[in-house]
């Protein structure tokens, strides 16, 4: 199954050219035969961030966003803030798993991490620390496998069609004693 994935960078200095993490991204979601379906650099700028997200929660064309950069510890790193209003459902597993793969690399520092994901309007959304290195163990590990159909026992992207059903569907009619 071919998704559409947008492609956000958070951050005040890197332009396309210089944005390392995000053209990893792009290069690992078009590999993966995944179409990319939009791709932006915002400054670090919590309202500038979730009007982008907004946009792309309500675009046919995306099935998932791929957020880098923003996700620390500093003042600058506003993407959870941002982010987590606009989620309908957090996906509290992968920032778990991404923290103790990381730890594999990085140490204890795995800790100053706050990668995180979820879906919003029957999208998926995942935040991602801006260096390289953590993009590459994010896709790698846990989102290419995910959003591929052939992994079992089960995977996010079998769930999209499913994730866009509507909340208020009414209920089953129940027989009643007098039917």
């Given at each position: 199954m071919s998704l559409g994935i947008a492609v956000l960078t958070v951050s005040d200095t890197r332009t396309l050219a210089e944005d390392k993490s995000g053209n990893l991204l792009v290069e690992r979601v078009t590999a993966a035969g995944h179409r990319l379906a939009a791709r932006e650099?915002?400054?670090?700028?919590?309202?500038?961030?979730?009007?982008?997200?907004?946009?792309?929660?309500i675009d046919p064309l995306v099935d998932a966003v791929l957020i880098t950069g923003?996700?620390?510890l500093t003042g600058r790193?506003?993407?959870?803030?941002?982010?987590?209003?606009?989620?309908?459902?957090?996906?509290?597993?992968?920032?778990?798993l991404f923290r103790w793969l990381s730890y594999q690399d990085v140490g204890t520092s795995a800790i100053q991490s706050r990668a995180l994901a979820g879906s919003a309007n029957g999208r998926l959304v995942f935040?991602?620390?801006?260096s390289r290195?953590?993009?590459?163990?994010?896709?790698d590990k846990i989102i290419g496998l995910q959003l591929?159909?052939?992994?079992?026992?089960?995977n996010?992207?079998?769930?999209?069609?499913?994730?866009?059903?509507?909340?208020?569907?009414?209920?089953?009619?129940?027989?009643?004693?007098?039917?």
């Open positions: 650099i915002r400054s670090d700028d919590r309202y500038g961030i979730r009007a982008q997200l907004s946009q792309w929660l923003g996700t620390g790193d506003l993407v959870p803030e941002a982010v987590l209003p606009l989620l309908d459902r957090i996906t509290d597993g992968f920032g778990e935040c991602l620390p801006g290195g953590a993009c590459e163990l994010a896709w591929d159909t052939a992994t079992r026992p089960c996010l992207a079998d769930l999209i069609p499913r994730m866009r059903e509507p909340e208020d569907r009414p209920a089953l009619k129940r027989p009643s004693n007098r039917d």
